[in-house]
């Protein structure tokens, strides 16, 4: 389904060139769940967001069913993400002044969808990440396990069948990082391919988890 | 487009106290910017409406720089000019009503002269001639009157002429309010008790006045009077004209460039407030690309937004400067723009409203406005949301 193919990435300021990502090669079938392990600055990130079509490689390419979302203009990318892509980030980022329904309607009004359409996806994503009764209160007054549960059913609220978190657990306590992990299994369940970017040991142990992975200096073990 | 329109809705309402302050904000500046624009129009417009019945040619003597009275033998000379079609002496001057401390300017007319009533026929407008002249009568403006009132002059007033007899006219009519700026500090009377009040002699008038029939012939006959007496001073119509456009267009234009000041400051505000990508906007923007939205989406959406509100403070705000300017006669502008010398401040302003003030006040404030904010806006958009937000 995602075939990565000599990935390079490299940033340049006026003295120096580092390079994030070393030519990675990797692929991702439909209803795998992938983990990448990694410290910080190995090029984790880098990957998951040339993946999600939000950063351009220096090389290669990344073919998802044959096509290549490298080449992308800004609207092809676009609606790869609105159509495709589920991203999950470390820091809880809503819009923290609306409702957690009003939240979820910003992937969807971009969509052809009548109302109702609209309504049954939110109550659908809310339902699956198990935040259902917090639907018209402001997320602003949320826990940290709220907004990543909230964080969640935006990424799934349009129905992607590629979930990308960008170390979905970094700022969450055990018990929340179990509720996750359980909502990862149900996702999975649902026919998504999962690729979670992580440095926290709790995914090694778990029994949905296809492929654990390696990058260390950009370099894919 | 419904949902989009939905959401938008939503924002607006969620997000109210922050386009509130920019609401209120704008209109002021609009408000500000729209009563300068309506008063130096409604101005111009006065001004030239009351210009309109002036003579074509004005004429003064004119020797080592101070202005005499002219002698009244020189309109028959003028009238022997080809292509002039009537010349009459007109006598004027400042009265100084000393209880109040304001010059008033006194204008004799000879009521029989058509010409000179048709000169002044949206003065004189509607008086009854005859009655008039029955006995010693004048018309004042609006703020003659004022001040005659304030000192109990109700039904006639004293002058001292020159020869330090004592001259007692009766107030007969007031003005229309229409043509305040040229005549709120005017007194019309007849010419022979003009010339007693204002101690000119016989035989001479303050000035003489010449109509041509065929405009095209102005600037020749400007020149054979240059030729004929070289000690006159000849101001033709479109002079006062360009005296007046000039003068309103000067204080307008220091206005203009004071709020352009504050319309700069204001632009920089909102641009360093946009560029501080950590905002909550920057936010919005990058959750909005994350979610599939398209960098001509957001931009399109964010623009719909502030159009909104900048849209409703345009029309608020020039609203209230309509209201201001025609309602309330624009109390601290309207000393700026007229000033205490020769033209008093009761004045009224009559409306005047065109398409291009409406445009030029758009692309003043509005146009600015959001391009300050739509520029630092896609700078945000075309960065990687993953990078904003972090």
């Known amino acids: ?143 940290g396990g709220e907004r990543q549960r909230s964080i969640i059913a935006r990424a799934i609220v349009n129905n992607p069948d590629i979930i990308i978190c960008d170390e979905p657990t970094a700022n969450l306590d055990l018990a929340n990082s179990l509720k996750f992990i359980e909502m990862l299994k149900r996702l999975k369940e649902e026919g998504k391919s999962i690729i979670i970017s992580s440095h926290d040991e709790l995914f090694k142990s778990q029994n949905f988890i296809d492929r654990i992975l390696h990058i260390k200096d950009g370099s894919l073990g | 487009m419904l949902n989009k329109l939905n959401f938008l809705l939503i924002l607006l309402v969620t997000q109210r106290k922050k386009h509130f302050a920019i609401f209120v904000l704008s209109t002021l500046l609009i408000a500000l910017l729209s009563s300068v624009i309506f008063l130096s129009s409604s101005i111009k417009k006065d001004v030239y409406t009351t210009l309109e019945h002036q003579a074509d040619f004005t004429l003064q003597r004119y020797i080592a720089g101070r202005v005499l009275n002219t002698p009244e033998a020189w309109i028959d000379e003028f009238m022997q000019l080809e292509g002039v079609e009537n010349a009459s002496g007109r006598i004027y001057g400042m009265h100084y009503y000393e209880p109040a401390e304001q010059y008033f300017m006194i204008v004799g007319l000879d009521f029989y002269d058509t010409q000179v009533i048709q000169g002044m026929k949206k003065l004189v407008n509607g008086i009854d001639i005859d009655e008039f002249l029955k006995r010693k009568n004048m018309i004042i403006g609006s703020d003659v009157k004022k001040f005659f009132d304030e000192y109990h002059y109700f039904d006639y007033y004293i002058f001292r002429p020159p020869d330090r007899s004592i001259e007692k006219l009766f107030i007969y009519d007031k003005f229309q309010t229409q043509s305040d700026i040229v005549s709120s500090d005017m007194i019309i009377m007849d010419m022979a008790n003009a010339r007693r009040i204002l101690g000119v002699q016989e035989g001479y008038v303050s000035d003489i006045v010449l109509e041509t029939p065929n405009k095209e012939e102005l600037e020749t006959i400007q020149l054979k009077l240059k030729v004929s007496h070289f000690d006159m001073r000849i101001i033709q119509k479109s002079d006062i004209k360009k005296y007046y456009e000039n003068l309103y267009n000067y204080k307008g234009g220091v206005f203009l460039a004071l709020y352009s000041i504050v319309l700069i400051t204001f632009g920089l505000i909102l641009f360093q407030r946009y560029s501080m990508i950590s905002s909550v906007d920057a936010k919005e923007v990058a959750i909005l690309r994350l979610s599939g939205w398209k960098i001509k989406e957001v931009l399109c959406f964010k623009l719909m937004e502030n159009f909104i509100v900048i849209l409703s403070a345009y029309f608020s705000g020039i609203f209230i400067a309509y209201f201001y300017v025609y309602f309330l006669d624009a109390p601290l502008l309207k000393s700026i723009f007229l000033g205490y010398s020769n033209l008093a401040n009761s004045t009224t302003f009559s409306p005047s409203f065109s398409l291009s003030d409406l445009v030029l006040i758009f692309l003043i404030f509005v146009l600015p406005f959001l391009l300050a904010i739509l520029i630092p806006l896609w700078k945000v958009s075309i960065q990687e949301p993953t990078e904003v937000i972090r």
Request: proline residues 1%.
């Open chain 1, 1 to 143: 389904m995602i075939k990565i193919q000599n990935l390079c990435k490299s940033f340049t300021n006026s003295t120096d060139t580092f390079h994030a990502l070393k030519n990675i090669n990797l692929s991702v079938q439909k209803n795998e769940v992938v983990v990448i392990y990694g410290e910080s600055g190995s090029g984790k990130s880098t990957l998951l967001s040339i993946i999600a079509a939000i950063m351009k490689p220096s090389s290669g390419a990344v073919l998802v069913d044959e096509e290549n979302i490298v080449s992308f203009s800004d609207i092809h990318a676009s609606n790869y993400r609105k159509n495709r892509v589920g991203f999950i980030t470390q820091s809880f980022h809503l819009m923290d002044e609306l409702t957690l329904h009003d939240n979820l309607l910003a992937p969807l009004v971009i969509q052809n969808l009548t109302k109702i359409q609209i309504e049954e996806s939110i109550e659908n994503a809310l339902t699956l990440a198990n935040i259902l009764h917090k639907k018209e209160q402001r997320v602003k007054t949320f826990s």
